[in-house]
């Protein structure tokens, strides 16, 4: 493992099915009545957001205190950053405080990678979005997510997505969240179909490790999961599609589209939601829709994350052997 987490395509296959394997340890530990590990005591964490975040912010806190770290959040929003702070005299700040691990999430694609190699702080860098480039954390979740649902929880140990087939529905342009699904699964040997209109398509899609197609009924029979993304506004400067309904009538996921998955697919999506655009309450709300497990996911994909980057060499969870079952 290196020694950040800056993007999905750093990690090569090994490292992810590690990951995915001390997440698995990780999740036992939420299922206790006292859902904590001593693992990074007396390590200090920043969590450093300069763009709004609900489920990614308030699961890597869960995670950090649920390894017993020392928990400091930082939002652009009120702080010196609305005076004009740079980034650099933040991160030397963070640094004079002594910290351990900063999780950063900040408009600029770049960001992250700029703090981790500028020599400004000593401290692991955890990319938790940036721009539209990369959320490895993410697709790591939903790797996870995957895996469990359609190999196994105690099968899938070890195991990669091999042969698995994906398809991601929606605005592939501004999104993190496909980049960096679209390099893991590749590393973990999933196939992967992109659909969108061609305008939330971006330059150079030819050279993504996956295919693309206009068409989601004619994918929707072939595959094991689909992923919904949501229409990122806050990221458009220009009309990228007619109306929203004709979105939703070619891209949009409701009932009548579900029943064309295999009976096993699962529909995922990394959330926030917009019901009616991309997805209708009724897909979202019905049993095969992953999106809660996913946030339930990320807690312990965090866990697994900080403590491989942070703490790691000891195992991530002390089991007791039954007796008798020593190596001789
Ligand atoms: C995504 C993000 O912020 O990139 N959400 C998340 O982290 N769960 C996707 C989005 O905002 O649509």
């Known amino acids: 493992m290196q020694r950040h987490l ?10 992810a099915v590690l990951i995915l394997d001390t997440a698995e340890e990780m999740a036992r530990v939420a299922d206790r009545p006292i859902k904590k590990l001593p693992t ?25 205190k649920r390894l017993s770290a020392d928990v400091i959040n930082f939002s652009a929003k009120g702080s010196s950053v609305s005076k004009g702070e740079s980034l650099k005299d933040t991160a030397q700040t963070l640094e004079a405080m002594g910290v351990d691990a900063v999780v950063i999430r900040h408009g600029a694609s770049g960001a992250p990678y700029r703090l981790a190699n500028s020599g400004w702080i000593d401290a692991a860098v955890i990319n938790a979005g940036d721009g539209t480039h990369q959320h490895p954390t993410q697709a790591l979740l939903d790797a996870f997510t995957m895996r469990r649902r359609l190999v196994g929880r105690d099968a899938g140990l070890g195991q990669d997505l091999a042969g698995k087939r994906i398809t991601i529905v929606g605005d592939v342009l501004h999104s993190r969240v496909a980049r960096s699904n679209v390099d893991l699964l590749h590393t973990l040997g ?7 209109p061609p305008t939330l398509l ?23 999961a689909v992923m919904m993304l949501r229409v990122q506004r806050e990221r458009m ?3 990228f599609f007619p109306t929203e309904r004709e979105y939703s009538r070619r891209y949009g996921l409701d009932g009548d589209r579900m029943a064309k998955l295999p009976e096993h697919a699962i529909v995922m999506h990394p959330g926030p ?7 209708t309450a009724e897909v979202a709300d019905s049993g095969r829709c992953t999106a809660i497990e ?17 703490g790691g060499n000891e195992p991530a969870v002390t089991h007791t052997r039954p007796t008798g079952s020593e190596e001789k």
């Open 237 to 239: 400067n220009a009309a």
């Open 190 to 196: 999933a196939e992967v179909t992109l659909v969108a």
């Open 294 to 310: 996913q946030v339930a996911n990320g807690v312990s994909i965090r866990m697994a994350v900080l403590y491989l980057l942070l």
């Open 273 to 279: 939601m917009v019901r009616g655009m991309e997805i």
């Open 202 to 224: 971006p330059v150079g899609i030819e050279t993504w490790p996956c295919e693309v197609s206009y068409d989601l009924d004619s994918t929707l029979p072939k595959c094991d």
């Open 40 to 64: 990074l005591r007396g390590r200090t964490i920043v969590n450093l957001f300069f763009e709004d975040s609900t489920r990614t912010r308030i699961s890597f806190e869960a995670a950090e």
């Open 6 to 15: 800056i993007s999905a395509a750093d990690l090569t296959r090994d490292d």
